[in-house]
């Protein structure tokens, strides 16, 4: 998922979140070619984390954004036989200049925001 939703420049202090939790990763990044800001999340934790996103780097948001999300139990893993037990689910969401958002336990989430 981190790899089909790269950007071109690394956005810093757009996510706040507590830096002294070795198992929530964070990252911000702009895609010039889409114009999307890109914010990746990444809980190996066994409880929901909380960050602050502040988009003001950012002269324009468009409100309607997406976010893809893979979560599971931590023993949960695909096979020949079972395919589909941890796959990415995309949804919509409304995104803001600033707002919070909650990343699940044991999961890989992408937010896709666009600006033009």
Known sequence: MFSANRGDYYVDKVISKNNADSLLGASCVYDSKTGDIVIKLANAGKEEKKVAINLNAFERIV??????????????????????LVTPVTAAFKAAKKFEYTVPSMSVTVLRIRTK
């Open 63 to 84: 409100p309607a954004a997406t976010v893809t999300q893979l979560s599971g139990a931590a023993t949960a893993e695909n096979s020949f036989k079972h395919t589909d």
